[in-house]
């Protein structure tokens, strides 16, 4: 019998169609962008970019332009729910429309296609990330896997940063289904460029606990306890000065630090013996002042971004599938202070919300690019009556109301418009 070396079995991520997908991504732009001033927003003096056309052809355009200089990469992709898949380019494998694919499949949709579609715009898009950029991609269970799997082979496995996750609604409501199961979180997977990435972490903040009971002149401060049980540390006992009353429990402190700390005034003890003490830290003290991020990012409602975008268009709800704006603010947030921030799946342009929102909160210097195709607005949605006609025209017109909401704080809150022809 072979061993596993000696057969021609290996790992293998294939699917019909992407030796072609792969050339997508080597192919020369065949279109030039227009500027379209009228449709800007202070069109001199701004920095942030809307694209509007389909995206591989403005990634394509943009490898001349921007190779390199972009920090951050955020994508909602279509999820490949059955409903959501549209392709404005020349289509994946063996030439065959998305619509013929899926009634082949009953309605089904197959993974094939959306790797095809996402593969060149992803080789195209790590060539515009900077050295210590990242791409964040929000996904759900339908891709997930198959997400993960076209990461590791466009930016390296060893550049997998994280798989963030992040709560959509706090319970099931409406008819239980089948399976008696309800997904309430999405993902939001982030590959770095190079090791270069980090994140800049989660700003400390004194409300997180923290308060000054007793009035010490060295600020606020809050309780960490010393004891650390069921690690393997030695027992070693603190002593209270004012009591003799004698400490002893689990820690990684040797004695001589702990009683460093109770001449020092940062210890708390406690009034009976089967409680711990606990030492003071004082929110002042720390170098950093951002303390590490979670991958659990929390609850952000997905109904409460929809009702805040609705109440942005006079209480008409113009699009679906938008993602909370405070989820988006907080993941930037968290990421970078300065730099171009690209989102080629826009949508209604909560990316471009978000940075104005951020930069106007802690005066950042964020710039966003925006990418969205004229997909049009179906005749019988509330955006086609409102007399929105494509999707860009809601995401521009909600660039415009976000910038008057934020304009006058001093952030660049204008758009310049190009148009691929
Ligand atoms: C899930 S939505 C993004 C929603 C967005 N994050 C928001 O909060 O509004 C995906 C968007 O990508 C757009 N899209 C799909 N294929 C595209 C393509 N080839 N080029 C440009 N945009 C595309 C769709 O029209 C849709 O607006």
Same mark, same amino acid.
Not at 83 to 103: A, M, W, Y
């Given at each position: 019998?072979?061993?596993?070396?000696?057969?021609? $079995?290996?790992?293998?991520?294939?699917?019909?169609?992407?030796?072609?997908?792969?050339?997508?991504?080597?192919?020369?732009?065949?279109?030039?962008?227009?500027?379209?001033? &009228?449709?800007?927003?202070?069109?001199?003096?701004?920095?942030?970019?809307? @694209? &509007?056309?389909?995206?591989?052809?403005?990634?394509?355009?943009?490898?001349?332009?921007?190779?390199?200089? +972009?920090?951050?990469?955020?994508?909602?992709?279509?999820?490949?729910?059955?409903?959501?898949?549209?392709?404005?380019?020349?289509?994946?494998?063996?030439?065959?429309? =998305?619509?013929?694919?899926?009634?082949?499949?009953?309605?089904?949709?197959?993974?094939?296609?959306?790797?095809?579609?996402?593969?060149?715009?992803?080789?195209?898009?790590?060539?515009?990330?900077?050295?210590?950029?990242?791409?964040?991609?929000?996904?759900?269970?339908?891709?997930?896997?198959?997400?993960?799997?076209?990461?590791?082979?466009?930016?390296?496995?060893?550049? @997998?940063?994280?798989?963030?996750?992040?709560?959509?609604?706090?319970?099931?409501?409406?008819?239980?289904?089948?399976?008696?199961?309800?997904?309430?979180?999405?993902?939001?997977?982030?590959?770095?460029?190079?090791?270069?990435?980090?994140?800049?972490?989660?700003?400390?903040?004194? =409300?997180?606990?923290?308060?000054?009971?007793?009035?010490?002149?060295?600020?606020?401060?809050?309780?960490?306890?010393?004891?650390? @049980?069921?690690?393997?540390?030695?027992?070693?006992?603190?002593?209270?000065?004012?009591?003799?009353?004698?400490?002893?429990?689990?820690?990684?402190?040797?004695?001589?630090?702990?009683?460093?700390?109770?001449?020092?005034?940062?210890?708390?003890?406690?009034?009976?013996?089967?409680?711990?003490?606990?030492?003071?830290?004082?929110?002042?003290?720390?170098?950093?002042?951002?303390?590490?991020?979670?991958?659990?990012?929390?609850?952000?409602?997905?109904?409460?971004?929809?009702?805040?975008?609705?109440?942005?268009?006079?209480?008409?709800? +113009?699009?679906?599938?938008?993602?909370?704006?405070?989820?988006?603010?907080?993941?930037?947030?968290?990421?970078?202070?300065?730099?171009?921030?690209?989102?080629?799946?826009?949508?209604?342009?909560?990316?471009?919300?978000?940075?104005?929102?951020?930069?106007?909160?802690?005066?950042?210097?964020?710039?966003?690019?925006?990418? =969205?195709?004229?997909?049009?607005?179906?005749?019988?949605?509330?955006?086609?009556?409102?007399?929105?006609?494509?999707?860009? &025209?809601?995401?521009? $017109?909600?660039?415009?109301?976000?910038?008057?909401?934020?304009?006058?704080?001093?952030?660049?809150?204008?758009?310049?418009?190009?148009?691929? &022809?």
């Amino acid at each position: 019998m072979k061993n596993g070396s000696e057969t021609d $079995e290996r790992l293998e991520f294939s699917w019909p169609g992407k030796r072609e997908a792969r050339e997508e991504a080597l192919l020369p732009p065949t279109s030039r962008l227009v500027p379209c001033p &009228e449709e800007s927003f202070h069109w001199d003096e701004t920095e942030n970019l809307y @694209f &509007e056309g389909d995206n591989l052809e403005v990634l394509r355009l943009l490898q001349e332009t921007h190779a390199g200089k +972009v920090r951050l990469i955020y994508i909602d992709p279509p999820y490949n729910t059955g409903r959501d898949f549209i392709f404005c380019d020349r289509f994946h494998s063996n030439g065959e429309t =998305q619509e013929k694919v899926l009634r082949k499949t009953s309605g089904k949709p197959l993974h094939g296609p959306w790797c095809s579609m996402m593969l060149p715009r992803l080789i195209l898009a790590r060539n515009l990330l900077a050295e210590d950029g990242a791409i964040c991609i929000s996904i759900d269970d339908h891709e997930a896997a198959y997400l993960r799997l076209l990461c590791d082979e466009v930016f390296g496995p060893e550049n @997998f940063v994280a798989q963030l996750v992040w709560q959509t609604k706090r319970e099931a409501k409406g008819i239980p289904p089948k399976l008696m199961c309800v997904p309430n979180h999405e993902y939001i997977l982030v590959y770095a460029r190079t090791q270069n990435f980090r994140f800049l972490g989660d700003p400390r903040n004194v =409300q997180d606990g923290f308060s000054n009971p007793d009035g010490d002149p060295r600020g606020p401060w809050k309780r960490q306890y010393l004891q650390r @049980f069921g690690q393997g540390f030695r027992v070693r006992s603190i002593t209270n000065p004012e009591n003799g009353m004698v400490f002893s429990f689990e820690t990684p402190y040797t004695e001589e630090k702990m009683a460093q700390w109770v001449k020092e005034g940062r210890i708390i003890f406690p009034t009976s013996r089967d409680k711990f003490p606990a030492r003071k830290e004082f929110f002042g003290e720390y170098a950093n002042p951002f303390k590490p991020i979670v991958t659990s990012l929390g609850l952000f409602s997905t109904k409460v971004g929809s009702e805040e975008l609705k109440r942005l268009f006079g209480n008409v709800k +113009v699009f679906d599938y938008a993602k909370p704006l405070d989820l988006l603010v907080t993941l930037f947030r968290r990421t970078i202070r300065e730099g171009i921030i690209l989102d080629f799946f826009s949508g209604s342009a909560t990316t471009g919300h978000a940075v104005m929102k951020l930069n106007a909160e802690d005066d950042g210097r964020r710039k966003f690019i925006l990418v =969205q195709c004229a997909e049009p607005c179906g005749e019988k949605t509330h955006a086609a009556q409102a007399g929105f006609a494509h999707i860009s &025209e809601i995401g521009k $017109e909600r660039l415009r109301r976000a910038a008057m909401q934020f304009g006058t704080l001093g952030i660049d809150s204008g758009f310049r418009v190009f148009k691929t &022809e």
